[in-house]
């Protein structure tokens, strides 16, 4: 019996190498896919992540604000109206007396108190941004560290900025507030200036004449309560989509610029 011809061997070597080639590109488009799927549901995962750790920090921050507002309720409510029940009855009294002078001290006390109490309400959930909005409560804060701080803080609005939802207003207050609170407290600073102004984004400029800030030490300085308020800053700064960014040329002092998109 004949053995195949050359014409027949050069046929099967020509078939079987067509069938390794389409076998070769077959495991090649496989891989592909598998890995184009692969790191589509890692993609996947990590947007579920994000959208997860996001909602754990909105979650967080809105139960903060509650116990914020609660606290503050009770401070202004409950303990400002006995302290300001007592100093009442204790100006009642002093009348009764032959020299009624004998309770002004008590009552300048009583008065101090009393002040404290409404700062300290008035610093946990500030009524005046919900009554007028965030412009006007961030002008508030700078005036009350001028007359308590005795710093000088200079508030400019370049121009008329448009109203945000309350949600977003208070987390850009908060971040303010917080920027403003770090500059009286740590700078050293004899100047402190916070400029508003509206184009296609909200910005918020808040700069001292101080030692400086180094926001990287502070958030990995170890120890009780370091850096919490600057975590608390950043996590609403990401839930606004916003941007905080820290001008590290300055040769002296601390320039903070705060852009959130409306």
């Known amino acids: 019996m004949a053995g195949p011809s050359e014409y027949q061997v050069a046929l099967l070597i020509a078939i079987g190498t067509v069938g390794m080639l389409l076998l070769a590109i077959a495991i090649i488009l496989f891989m592909v896919f598998y890995q184009k799927k692969m790191i589509q549901e890692q993609y996947n995962r990590q947007v579920l992540e994000i959208k997860y750790q996001q909602m754990m920090m909105e979650a967080a921050l809105e139960s903060q604000e509650s116990e914020r507002k609660r606290v503050a309720g009770d401070l202004h409510d409950s303990v400002g109206g ?9 100006t009642s009294l002093a009348r009764q007396l032959p020299d009624p002078l004998l309770f002004e001290q008590q009552k300048r006390m009583l008065d101090d108190a009393i002040g404290s109490v409404r700062a300290i309400s008035r610093d946990l959930m500030p009524s005046t941004l919900e009554k007028f909005g ?18 000088n803080i200079s508030f400019i609005e370049h121009n008329e900025v448009s109203a945000l939802i309350p949600s977003k207003q208070l987390m850009t ?36 004449d101080g030692i ?36 590290k040329l300055r040769g002296k002092g601390t ?7 409306l």
């Open 82 to 90: 006995m302290l300001s029940a007592i100093r009442v009855g204790l």
């Open 134 to 151: 965030l412009m006007q409560a961030v002008k508030e804060l700078c005036e009350q560290y001028r007359d308590t701080a005795l710093i």
């Open 173 to 208: 207050f908060r971040i303010a507030q917080e920027l403003v609170n770090n500059a009286v407290k740590h700078s050293h600073a004899a100047e402190i200036i916070v400029a508003v102004k509206e184009s296609n984004n909200l910005e918020i400029v808040i700069e001292d």
């Open 212 to 247: 400086g800030f180094d926001a990287d030490a502070v958030r990995y300085v170890k120890g009780q309560g370091n850096g919490v308020g600057l975590f608390n800053m950043e996590s609403r700064v990401r839930l606004l989509n916003a941007a905080l960014v820290q001008d």
């Open 255 to 261: 320039k903070f610029t705060l852009t959130v998109p």
